[in-house]
């Protein structure tokens, strides 16, 4: 079965396959009249196509991301669960079909802590990579600076999200387009993300296979890894001034932790 087809039993018209950036922001859909911009963020290990995509069983038909979440759910709990055939990439083939008047866009940057391939692993902080999100959504958002936006953050993501705004946040006048990121901010929507860190076992045992891998030949970057810490200065930093945007009520919440656990690899 092949996405197209996936896509008209869904109920989303078939459309050509969107050209997703690993770096900057890629647009997804974009209906004429946009009313808001959802931006996905992913996070550590993860990739802007990756990490948004699903498995889809041979059986869905649903017509929504809402239904085919229910659906995906009751079929891991089955004995014999359904055939996958194809991946499924929800912010384009499914989320268009309950969202059709927002523009819908995923933002990619170099999230690995070590590249196996003997290439040069992105030594960028959550200070450097946040810069980098505001310089694409400058661009991103320079034909419509008053519409409103909500940012979707995964993990590592909410970081380098709370970052990005914080800084846009004490902009000065003379960069009056970040000032405008915060001004037009609607929601953030926060998934499996601990605000408090990512446990310091977790960041551990991230930092003994980085330097594993190092030790091996491949380059590595540990400094994202060290800012996830409990008791890291950066975390704190980035906890107490975004309260402070917070208690502004200028936005909108919403935070979904995991009932389950994750994966090692991605963050």
Not at 15 to 24: G, N, P, W
Not at 168 to 186: C, F, G, I, R, Y
Request: hydrophobic share 40%; with cysteine; net charge positive.
């Amino acid at each position: 079965m092949s996405i197209g087809s996936v896509q008209a039993g869904m109920g989303v018209s078939p459309r050509t396959k969107a050209q997703v950036s690993d770096i900057d922001v890629s647009t997804l859909w974009d209906p004429v009249g946009a009313i808001a911009d959802i931006i996905l963020v992913h996070g550590l290990q993860g990739g802007p196509r990756t990490t948004w995509t699903f498995q889809v069983p041979d059986a869905a038909k649903d017509s929504n991301i809402f239904s085919y979440i229910r659906r995906a759910s009751s079929s891991s709990k089955s004995a014999t669960p359904a055939t996958v055939t194809s991946a499924c990439y929800w912010p384009e083939h499914l989320l268009p079909n309950d969202i059709k008047n927002c523009r819908i866009a995923t933002y990619g940057y170099d999230s690995r802590i070590n590249d196996c391939f003997g290439g040069a692993a992105n030594q960028a902080n959550i200070i450097g990579h946040g810069r980098s999100l505001l310089e694409s959504m400058i661009n991103f958002k320079r034909t419509c600076p008053a519409r409103p936006t909500i940012f979707v953050a995964h993990r590592l993501g909410r970081l380098i999200l709370k970052e990005a705004l914080i800084s846009a946040k004490h902009a000065p006048d003379s960069e009056p387009d970040l000032q405008s990121l915060v001004k037009t901010l609607s929601g953030i929507v926060f998934m499996g993300v601990p605000h408090r860190g990512a446990g310091d076992n977790f960041v551990d045992w991230g930092l003994m296979m980085q330097k594993i891998a190092v030790g091996s030949g491949f380059d590595g970057n540990d400094r994202v890894l060290r800012d996830l810490k409990s008791n890291s200065a950066m975390l704190e930093k980035l906890r107490t001034d975004f309260a402070y945007m917070l208690r502004e009520g200028t936005f909108n919440v919403f935070t979904f932790q995991e009932g389950k656990g994750f994966a090692a690899t991605t963050f």
